[in-house]
């Protein structure tokens, strides 16, 4: 399933695919997002916002980089987030 990803304030826009995360998305438009641990959730380095849509459940490595205030604010780590939806 692609889905319609759009990340602000850039007004990048593309195509993702559910199965690559929000890093790999934003890698592939173009969008720098710094991941210095490979996408393994380890140095959270990549905090996103997502302001809209659906994401998938935050991860353990997600619970322990990011306060509860964060996590209901919307805030993920890129590498460790999968879209749901556009």
């Given amino acids: 399933m692609l889905y319609q990803i759009d990340f602000e304030p850039l007004g990048q826009r593309g195509q993702c695919p559910g199965d690559k ?7 592939q438009l173009g969008v720098s997002i710094l991941g ?6 380890k140095c959270h380095s990549c905090k996103v916002q997502v ?3 659906t994401v998938s459940e935050p ?6 980089a990011l ?3 964060e996590l209901k604010d919307g805030y ?5 987030t999968y879209p749901l939806s556009d």
């Fill in 21 to 27: 995360s929000l890093l790999d998305c934003a890698r």
């Fill in 36 to 41: 210095i641990c490979g996408g393994q959730g």
């Fill in 51 to 53: 302001l809209s849509g």
């Fill in 76 to 80: 993920r780590l890129a590498c460790q």
């Fill in 67 to 69: 306060s509860p205030q």
């Fill in 59 to 64: 991860t353990s490595s997600e619970r322990d």
